[in-house]
């Protein structure tokens, strides 16, 4: 047992002892990020399109209070057929969930830090949480900032939604030393749309190059993530303008009704779905999956250079 809190699913813990490239995948995105049954379909074909790059996938959740690398096709769906009902787990609500037995669905911070406790290097989502809006008043900044800054993880996302400040956001990785990669392109991606107006820090073209920059931070003592930005697909890239639109409608209506706090990223997204009509939910779906596929390769590239630099397996508990 690596960590007494952990329970790492066989076929993870077989790859991860022989080397071979494992990819983590977020539970937020099931229960709080897409409805029923779609969300619970769509995390199964993620889990196949890591397979079909060569990797596996080890989807992270809390049950019954253990922490989880790795899920089954019926954990997947109870996830996704439970919904709301399970608690969105960030950082802060680990201690309760873990000390009371509860489910969780992870975020982006805590499948990283699931990822870092099991030795998985490459993890795969959407979008990321960042900076919101009117930070400078609320002080809402998504504790994924904070995990990308000291937890060891490159995360493949197709960039952040513009529910958020782009510019802050970016700010705020350059401030904790977090590389932003854009993947083939050299604008931050927006989730939805291929294009923000704001730069990446670096440029790159292959995922080889990728894994020695993670090879690189790391072997250096840097702790901390990496992002690697991965634009949407161009044939299911949304417009700006009524993505826009739709945005900004579904900020208001989250400012009249005052939904905040851990509420208010799913309330956006739950919005913005329906304001689309369900336009925005097949390309998160397909910009998921392409950053599964891309997460792979990389996972792949990194396991490649035999590196054990990477996140050691940590032993405490
Ligand atoms: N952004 C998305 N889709 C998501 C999320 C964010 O486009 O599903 C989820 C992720 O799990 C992310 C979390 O880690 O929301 C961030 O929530 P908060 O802003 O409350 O930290
Ligand atoms: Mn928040």
Same mark, same amino acid.
């Given at each position: ?14 790859? *991860? ?23 619970? &379909? ?46 969105? #787990? ?6 309760? !969930? ?10 982006? #911070? ?30 809402? =900044?998504? #504790?994924? *900032? ?12 197709? $960039? ?18 977090? %590389? ?8 931050? %991606? ?6 923000? $107006? ?48 739709? =945005? ?6 989250? &400012? ?7 509420? !208010? ?9 329906? *304001?689309?009509?369900?336009?925005? !939910? ?36």
């Amino acid at each position: 047992m690596i960590n007494h809190y952990l329970d790492i699913a066989p076929e993870v813990m077989d790859a *991860l002892k022989k080397g071979q490239p494992v990819v983590a995948l977020e539970s937020t995105i099931i229960s709080h990020g897409m409805p029923y049954p779609q969300n619970a &379909e769509t995390a199964l074909r993620v889990e196949q399109q890591v397979r079909a790059g060569g990797a596996v996938p080890a989807t992270a959740a809390i049950i019954g209070g253990r922490l989880k690398a790795g899920l089954s096709p019926k954990e997947i769906d109870y996830l996704g057929e439970m919904g709301a009902k399970i608690a969105k #787990a960030s950082r802060r609500d680990l201690p309760a !969930l873990l000390a009371r037995g509860q489910d969780g669905a992870t975020t982006v #911070a805590s499948t990283m830090i699931i990822a870092r406790l099991a030795g998985i290097a490459v993890f795969a989502t959407g979008g990321i949480g960042g900076v919101h809006r009117g930070a400078a008043q609320t002080m809402d =900044i998504s #504790a994924d *900032l904070q995990e990308l800054a000291r937890t060891n993880v490159a995360v493949v996302c197709a $960039g952040a939604k513009s529910i958020l400040d782009l510019e802050l956001t970016l700010e705020y990785l350059e401030t904790h030393g977090v %590389p932003v990669l854009g993947y083939q392109t050299d604008e931050f %991606p927006a989730f939805y749309s291929r294009h923000s $107006g704001l730069p990446v820090d670096f440029q790159v073209e292959e995922t080889d190059e990728i894994a020695r920059m993670m090879k690189a931070k790391w072997s250096l003592g840097l702790e901390g993530g990496l992002i690697v930005a991965n634009p949407i697909p161009e044939a299911f890239a949304m417009h700006s303008e009524s993505i826009n639109i739709a =945005i900004s409608r579904a900020i208001a209506e989250a &400012e009249a009704k005052g939904v905040k706090g851990k509420n !208010l990223t799913p309330f956006l997204l739950a919005k913005i779905e329906a *304001l689309t009509e369900g336009k925005s !939910l097949e390309s998160n779906i397909q910009l998921v999956l392409n950053n599964a596929g891309l997460a792979a390769r990389l996972a792949a590239d990194f396991a490649g250079l035999g590196s054990k630099v990477g996140p050691p397996v940590e032993k405490r508990g």
